[in-house]
T-cell receptor, first 113, second 116 residues
Framework: AQSVAQPEDQVNVAEGNPLTVKCTYSVSGNPYLFWYVQYPNRGLQFLLK??????LVKGSYGFEAEFNKSQTSFHLKKPSALVSDSALYFC???????????FGKGNQVVVIP | GAGVSQSPRYKVAKRGQDVALRCDPI?????LFWYQQALGQGPEFLTY????????KSGLPSDRFFAERPEGSVSTLKIQRTQQEDSAVYLCASSAMGTPGGEKLFFGSGTQLSVL
């Protein structure tokens, strides 16, 4: 069974500083990895995904993520955080052999002006 | 429609009541998922449809939970004899392809169920 760990409950960062949200995963087959963002009272929105190819994936709103197979990690990054990036971020993994997407518990990101 | 639509947005039920939650996926989307999100937690998989076929219902927590998608578009999640532990946000998501694989999911805003 696939699973995701997001070790930090909350990430605080000053506006303009780099933002990193950590994620590690466990799958039995090839991983399909995703990041979603959730704003208050809204559904989850897709940010980016890794399927195959280049380990550095670029997504929406200036976010990027790096796939590291040896460390089974897929950390989300943004070079310069904005106050509007404050939200709940979820990492998710799908084992290539099945259809369900397994989510982590989420990280609350707070960007301080 | 432009996105995934769920109704009602909020539902309050007395313990023991039956509830029905509706999901309108993006038109033409083949795959449809239901997730349960408890407070402070990530979404947990409940069930998956490919068109009208329910291909995976392994996440349904008990036989009180039932989902259907009879015509391959709108889906309904039904919970019978609700209990307090059923209180959560129920999310519906759809994707274009029949084999989700690397496909992204489009989520609705969810139905927040409170069982008193």
């Amino acid at each position: 069974a696939q699973s995701v760990a997001q070790p930090e409950d909350q990430v605080n960062v000053a506006e303009g500083n780099p933002l990193t949200v950590k994620c590690t995963y466990s799958v039995s087959g090839n991983p399909y990895l995703f990041w979603y963002v959730q704003y208050p009272n809204r559904g989850l929105q897709f940010l980016l995904k890794y399927i195959t190819g280049d380990n550095l994936v670029k997504g929406s709103y200036g976010f990027e993520a790096e796939f590291n197979k040896s460390q089974t990690s897929f950390h989300l990054k943004k070079p310069s955080a904005l106050v509007s990036d404050s939200a709940l971020y979820f990492c998710a993994v799908r084992d290539g052999g099945n259809n369900r997407l397994a989510f982590g518990k989420g990280n609350q990101v707070v960007v301080i002006p | 429609g432009a996105g995934v639509s769920q109704s009602p947005r909020y539902k309050v039920a007395k313990r023991g009541q039956d509830v029905a939650l509706r999901c309108d996926p993006i038109s033409g989307h083949v795959s449809l998922f239901w997730y349960q999100q408890a407070l402070g937690q990530g979404p947990e998989f409940l069930t998956y449809f490919q068109n009208e076929a329910q291909l995976d219902k392994s996440g349904l927590p008990s036989d009180r939970f039932f989902a259907e998608r009879p015509e391959g578009s709108v889906s309904t999640l039904k919970i019978q004899r609700t209990q307090q532990e059923d209180s959560a946000v129920y999310l519906c998501a759809s994707s274009a392809m029949g084999t989700p694989g690397g496909e992204k999911l489009f989520f609705g805003s969810g139905t927040q169920l409170s069982v008193l």
